[in-house]
């Protein structure tokens, strides 16, 4: 997806959430949507039910602006991997006329429209699969084996309906914070052991230098030029691997060299680069404890406790 539409998105978020309640909702979409779960037994029912309070609180106010049964479809079609159903041309558009729709609802003016003209009302469909497609969806991928669906929409029907729910707003977010709580503590102590592991392995192959602290590096090309001290400005180009292999960030991929001072990024690169001369290229594998640590990079693409590795060009010191 690309960045403009997500932060169309998240724009529309924003003003909906600051839009005052409707007074009306979708009644028969979302009575159909609570008929699927009538009691909360397991977690994934209560972690979806929770989460669908949370999603639904936050759209509640363009409630009659919404096909549910679109909004559920966009959000099955993000978990199965495949791209939205809009357009990223139709997804514009309507997020555009979404907005204005919003905007006429809390008596702001809309630009380029004369006072008391009604504002166009946007196709509930294409609604739904926006917010399905480019926000909701997406953002609960990573989750998305943790929750149930149907609990998630049983709770969407009550909020829009207005329907007493089966526990309260502020049970919902302690459900979700210990649900994230106990998610971030497994997916620690599966980086921790995988790191562990890997690292253990790695130390033993050819060419592999372990270091006091624990980086280990291999020289992939030597170089001639001066070493950077650890409080030094470097340039470089450079790719971070987690130990999956996937790709979270490359300077190769953007097209432009990174310049940045070594005592302002993780321990592990200050100690690393800085055995480097210039022209060298090293690949480092970096424990958690010399990277991002416990809490992960924010983004969520780095979790806590991953080890990583990095392939760093020193291309030059700067003056």
Known sequence: MKIGMR?????????????PVLATAQQSAAAAANK???VLTSEREKIGYAVGIDVASSFEPLADLIDVAALRAAIENAF????????????????????????????????????GTEAPKPDPVKVGQLLGGYAVGPSLTQIKDDISLDALFAAVGDV????ELRFTREQAMAELQAFAQAK???????????????????????GVITTASGLQYQVLRAGSGEKPA??????????????????FDSSYARGEPAEFGLNQVIA???????????GAKYRFWIPSELAY????????KIGPDATLTFDVELLGVMP
């Open 293 to 300: 640590g416990a809490n992960g990079a924010p983004g969520g």
């Open 184 to 206: 971030a503590a497994r997916v620690s102590e599966e980086n921790r052991r995988a790191g562990a592991e890997f690292l253990a392995a790695n130390k033993t192959q050819p």
């Open 230 to 247: 650890a409080s030094s400005r470097v340039r470089v180009n450079y790719e971070g691997k987690l130990l999956s292999g996937e790709v």
């Open 7 to 19: 932060g169309a998105a998240v724009s529309l978020l924003a003003l909906a959430m600051a839009a």
């Open 36 to 38: 699927e779960t009538s």
């Open 80 to 115: 199965a991997g495949k791209d939205p159903v809009l357009s990223q041309e139709e997804a514009q558009a309507t997020d555009g006329a979404l907005r204005m729709a919003m905007m006429a609802k809390s008596g702001q003016p809309i630009p380029g429209m004369a006072p």
């Open 160 to 163: 829009f309906a207005k329907r």
């Open 268 to 278: 592990g690169w200050t100690e690393g680069v800085a055995l480097m001369p210039v």
